[in-house]
Each structure stands twice: as C-alpha cells, then as structure tokens.
C-alpha cells in the first residue's frame, strides 16, 4: 500500500523532496549573478555544481537501482549499475531521474552496491534517464554535491 492509499495521509514526502531538490537545482542554474541568495545552495564556488545527488529507499528497506549503458551504445562506457541519482524533471510525483554514475579516483565505473562501499570516489552525470513513481519510494537520502564531477587531489592520488 503506497502512502497516497491511506485516508490519513494526503501527501508523498518522498515526493515533496525531489521537488525540493528540482527547485534548488533550477534555481542555481537561473542564477547568473554570483552573489546571489541561491549561490551558495550549490555552488559556493565559481558556480560549479548544479546536482544534488541522491539514494531512494523501496518500500522494504532496500536500494534503488537502475542501469546505464545497457548495450554499450556509448564505445567508452561499459553497461553500468546505479543507486545514485539527479532529478531532472518531477509532474504529479512522477520524476525523470539521470543516472549518475559511480567512479573510483581515477573515473573508473565502480560497481556499488553501498554508497559505502571501498572504491567509490565519486559521481558523474549521464545521459541515461530513468522514468519513476515517486510514490513507490519510503525513503530518500540526499548526499554532498560535492560528490558530483568530484576531482582527486594529492591525497587520493595513486
């Protein structure tokens, strides 16, 4: 039974933070004056991060996940697995999200099953898209933007 199934309950949290999280998205990419009030939801530097990723939770607990590359239609890419996202567009709590895909330090495709896991460095935008019911999800987890097109230093270096 999704939430919107109870008489009691008349809204998605789930569903209210992807909007959230879309307004704050589009927000920083209007904004072209670098002092502005949203400059710093995202961007605190030089205007450089536009996603806020995140992980959704099914009804049982478990990660989401969804596949990128399926096929390997992109030759420098293989097929890749993804609990990571970046919504892109959200109408009546269905959402659009790209899948971001998960690298180690050298932008390598890391499979991850855990955002925890040893060898997850970081994230990168795709253009591969997934359609979902946000009303299927109990749970959403939003994570660094900083994680997004994240660049090693000295210390990460091998």
Known sequence: MGCKDRKDFDNNCVCEAVEQILAEQEAVEDISCPTSCFSNLLNPVAGTKDTIPFILFDKKGGL???????????????????????????????????????????????????????????????????????????AIQCLSPELVDRVADNKHCR
Do not use: H, W, Y
Not at 76 to 94: H, L, N
């Open 64 to 138: 989401f996940k969804a596949f990128g590359n399926v096929g390997g239609f992109l030759d420098d890419m293989t097929c890749f697995q993804s609990i990571f996202f970046r919504v892109e567009a959200v109408k009546d709590c269905c959402a659009t999200l790209s899948i971001l895909r998960p690298v180690d330090v050298d932008g390598n495709t890391e499979s991850v099953c855990s955002p925890c896991d040893e060898g997850f460095f970081g994230l990168e935008k795709t253009d591969f898209c997934i359609e979902v019911d946000l009303d299927c999800f109990c």
